[in-house]
Structure formats: C-alpha cells, structure tokens
C-alpha cells in the first residue's frame, strides 16, 4: 500500500513581516486606538454633565485655566507630525539612517512635551479635590498624559534598539511604524481635550 500523498511547500522565503493591515499588531493598535477613544469620549460626556449641574463653569470665584502652556503644548504637538510622518515613512522604507536620525527627535519633543504639561497642571487654577470642575478637568489631563508618557518611554526603547545589533531588522522598522501611527492618535485625541479645558469655560 502506498504512502499517503504529502503536499510540502518551502515557507523560507515567506515575509517574516508586514506593515499596515497586514501586520496582527497593527489590528492590535487599532482596537487599542478605539478602546482608548471611547475612554476619552466617556471622560468628555462627563464633563458635559458636570458643566450641566452647575449655576457657571468654572464655578466661581474660579478662572478659566491660563492659555500660554496649553496652547504651546497643542502647537508644539501639532508640529510634531511632521517628523513623525517622515519617520513613519522611512521605516515603512525600511531606512535606517533616517529612522536613526528622526527617532531621537521624537523622544526629545515627547520629553519637552512632559515638561510643559507640568506647567499645564499648574496653570488649572483649581486643583482635582476642590470640586466637580477641578476632578474633571484633572481627569482629562492626567488620562492625556498617561498617553503621551506610554509613546513617549516606547519612542525612546524603540531610539535604543535602533542603534543596537538587534534594531534594524524588519519587525523593529514595523514596531516604529506602528509608534507613528498611535501617536496621530494620541495628538488628535488632545484636540477635543484642549477644546474642554481651555475654551469651554471662556464660552
């Protein structure tokens, strides 16, 4: 009696990587991106129902957070999308001198980025156990931070083992790639924020 047939095919030459939709993390990302949304969605529902039992927002004799250090935060975070599509890019490109060269400058406006949300928190005026205002306001600020640590402490691993023997390989280009793209995430989710914390109260 015969063997049975055996199909066999050489996977040797099959990507060990992929970029976009084709990568699982990428999915990964994604349904991290909607879950964390809806977070920040739940946070900005609050407020609006905080805002709506009070006589006026902030309640008096409380003034509205000063501008200086939100606004240059949200400029300066807008601006940060230019290098991190260029970035983005040339990782896709699989470029590692580029990636080399764009990567320490993203961790360094992520780390200036921390330092002017120290000044934010203080320029609140109010403070999270003073009131309903104070722990919703601190609330989104706290939460935004949280995002922009997470991204900043991966941007800087990620710098690391872009100038180790274990950096440039497909998978660490397509871990930048997916940094990039979560951190369009984590400056459009703080558009609406500096919406609810700066200019809400001055309506």
Known sequence: MS?????????AELPTHAFGNRSLTWWGV?????????????AGAAYFILKSHQGTWPPAPLQPPGLLAGTLFTLLILASEIPNTIVKKKAEAEEIAPVRLLLPIMAAIGGLLL???????DSLNVMWTDNPYGSIVWALLVLHTTHILTDW???VVLTVLMFTQHGPTGKRFVDVSENSL?????WLAWLPIYLLIY?????
């Not at 979560?182 to 984590?186: D, E, I, L, T």
């Open 3 to 11: 063997a049975p047939y055996r199909f066999t095919r050489d996977l």
């Open 30 to 42: 994604i349904l991290f991106m909607l879950m964390e949304g809806s977070g920040f969605a739940l």
């Open 115 to 121: 330092v002017i949300r120290a000044f934010e928190f």
């Open 153 to 155: 402490f991966d941007t």
């Open 182 to 186: 979560y951190w369009r995430f984590v």
């Open 199 to 203: 200019w809400v109260p001055r309506w």
